[in-house]
């Protein structure tokens, strides 16, 4: 059992320990950085490999189909296929494209993606980098797709792109800000940025027995963020063909695919360490509890895909401004106060006061909704 | 309020994906419909909708407009086609060519050949309607393509479409007629 708990922290030290007998250290350790990275990107394009089979399984199901089932056993191989069909197609630039921009945008698109793999915690000493200012290190990092979201959206030189483009940031930015402060919840608990403090502060109780309402903030801003339905406006294919990836094609457009699932992936992931828990757990091994959590997660996100259509533009900007930023902000309130006063009172206290303070938010806002309706109605009739 | 509807919407698509395992689990050793003969879902049953093409085939429905037949007599066992013309006459695309045999045979005209074009057939149906000997019929084959048309696989003569008809009203009744 312990074995399989640090099955891979021992690995990389017994690989490190032989390399260190026969190479200088500092060879050893850079040998061992690249191996890491190697692992993680090998781990993203294994589940994106994994989550694009699954994803049309279980869409497939909740729409009464069954989704690819004809390559290999139980489709599992479709993803070949998908692979072999966009490597052999036609690579299309456009004649009016910005030739540098246009090539550019895939590559910056993909790359934060990989960039933030680096600071999760898979498991109990399995980061790549356990940096002290983790979460605002995913936040930097993941706004910087929203720029390569643009310059695709701005080479293409086509209408729909741009549309899609300039959607894509509007989005971006205003749903960043709740997102932040509804994870400043969790940081107010722990004390710290790092995602692997954040994940050992879990240890006796997830936050999300603590923070409902900030994971619910969390993760309906965490869906927006990463442009899935029914926040998916900027590549509506109702409205806009498909918004900024509308001129590409071949590997490029493969390269706005596989940034966009492990994106959904990695929301997943970060949802799963903030308030799940993250490895922790017991009997199973933690990378398994925190792969069992991240799928989970992403499950809702695949269920709420299947069920909800999509916003409107102002819909969509009314729900970040109007309604996530003011509740996240009371939230975040609340929780300090709660946080200040439960303060060396003990865990159950301060458990019985969050869920108190969670569900007198949730009373008010259901008050302030409800007098909203009242005062529409008295209007309408004095009118 | 929306949050309800939200749920409500989960609910719904959360049943949907439960119970096409549920319809799996009741076919459970095999993957496909015995015989291969699927059925189309009621709206009042739950379940997986696919029908898987190749392995399992819908059942088409009496007045479906597939390939053309040709029906023949069971009493005296010579074709109903009297080699009129008529139905060459109303197609709108010319796709059906008939020449009528010389002689009779037991007191009928008889053709000589009848051939049907696939390749610029349109399906409207308008030489069965106009066939005046009720001896022109659609049968429910739709499974008509062919890999290439310069061999003349897609020129339908008599005896093809004579045993399309004996296939599918070997009383001489086509099931559109047993409809009514």
């Known amino acids: 059992m312990e074995f399989l708990n640090d099955l891979f922290v021992n690995l990389s030290y017994w690989i490190h320990g032989f390399l260190a007998r026969f190479l200088p250290l500092w060879a050893a350790d850079l040998i061992m950085m690249l191996l890491t990275i190697a692992c993680l990107i090998g781990f993203a394009l294994a589940t994106i490999m994994f989550i694009n089979w699954l994803e049309r399984k279980v869409m497939g199901r909740f729409q009464d189909r069954y989704g690819p089932n004809r390559v290999g056993p139980l489709g599992i191989l479709q993803f070949v296929a998908d692979a072999i069909k966009m490597f052999t197609k036609e690579d299309i630039t456009p004649a009016n494209a910005d030739r540098v921009i246009f090539n550019l945008a895939p590559v910056m698109v993909v790359v934060p993606t990989f960039l933030v793999l680096a600071v999760l915690p898979f498991g109990r000493g399995m980061v790549a980098a356990d940096l002290n200012i983790g979460f605002l290190y995913i936040v930097a990092i993941s706004s910087l797709g929203t720029i390569a979201i643009l310059l695709a959206g701005w080479g293409s030189r086509n209408k729909y792109s741009l549309l899609g483009g300039m959607r894509a940031v509007a989005q971006m930015i205003s749903y960043e800000v709740p997102m932040v402060l509804s994870a400043l919840g969790v940081i107010m608990l722990t004390g710290s940025l790092s995602m692997v403090s954040i994940v050992e502060g879990q240890s006796r109780v997830p936050f999300i027995l603590l923070q409902p309402l900030g994971f619910l903030i969390y993760f309906i801003s965490a869906i927006a963020e990463v442009n899935r339905a029914p926040f998916d406006l900027p590549e509506a294919e109702s409205e806009i063909i498909a918004g900024y990836h509308t001129e590409y094609s071949g590997m490029k457009y493969a390269m706005f695919l596989l940034a966009e699932y492990i994106n959904a992936f990695i929301v997943s992931a970060i949802a799963a360490t903030l308030f799940l828990g993250g490895w922790q757990g017991s009997l199973l091994p933690p990378y398994v509890w925190f792969l069992l959590k991240a799928y989970a997660i992403y499950f809702i996100l695949m269920w709420l895909r299947g069920t909800l259509p999509r916003l409107r533009i102002d819909q969509l900007m009314g729900l970040a401004w109007k309604f996530l930023v003011p509740l996240a902000l009371v939230n975040l309130l609340v929780m300090g106060l709660v946080i200040t006063l439960t303060q060396g009172k003990g865990l159950f206290s301060l458990v019985l006061a969050s869920l108190v303070a969670n569900g007198l938010i949730v009373a008010a806002v259901v008050i302030i909704y409800a007098f909203a309706i009242w005062r529409r109605r008295q209007v309408k009739v004095a009118a | ?180």
């Open chain 2, 1 to 180: 309020m929306l949050g309800l509807g939200i749920l409500k919407g989960l609910s719904v698509t959360l049943r949907h994906f439960v119970e096409t395992y549920l319809s799996d689990l009741k076919r459970f050793p095999r993957r496909y419909a015995p015989q291969g003969q699927a059925r189309r879902l009621r709206p009042t049953e739950r379940g997986i909708f696919t029908v898987q093409y190749p392995e399992e085939r819908l059942e088409m429905f009496p007045r479906f407009r597939g390939a053309l037949m040709q029906l023949t007599n069971p009493e005296t066992g010579i074709p109903k086609c009297t080699g009129c013309g008529i139905c060459a006459r109303f197609c709108p695309v010319g796709v059906i060519e008939v020449v009528r045999a010389e002689e009779k045979r037991d007191g009928q005209y008889l053709p000589q050949s009848f051939t049907w074009d696939l390749s610029a057939c349109l399906f409207c149906g308008l030489c069965v309607e106009s066939c005046p000997f009720g001896a022109l019929y659609h049968t429910p084959e739709y499974e008509l393509s062919t890999y290439g048309r310069q061999r003349g696989e897609l020129m339908y003569d008599l005896d093809r479409l004579l045993a399309w008809g004996q296939k599918y009203a070997p009383d001489g009744v086509p099931p559109v007629e047993k409809e009514k």
